[in-house]
């Protein structure tokens, strides 16, 4: 069923893998509640949707400042 929809199989364990990292992604704030989506009793199961959230935030920081000095980097260059 998954290969037609995706064009290919898709196992439940990969499923997993797409929820966790999508609450990390889409709401880092939020990533607490992985554990319990996954049913994972133990911390070190889930310990990487916490890292993957936390790295992601920062890259979107970091983005957003490259952003930021790019702009003022054009702002300057037309004066």
Known sequence: MTN???GRRICTHEFHHATGSSIAKE??????????VLGHTD???S???Y???DEHAAFQ???????RL????EGAADS
């Open 51 to 53: 890292i993957f959230a």
């Open 27 to 36: 709401d880092p704030e939020h990533v607490g509640l992985v554990p319990t």
């Open 43 to 45: 911390y070190s199961t």
């Open 47 to 49: 310990e990487g949707y």
């Open 61 to 67: 920081r970091l983005e957003k400042a490259l952003n």
């Open 4 to 6: 037609a929809f995706f």
């Open 70 to 73: 790019a702009l003022r980097q």
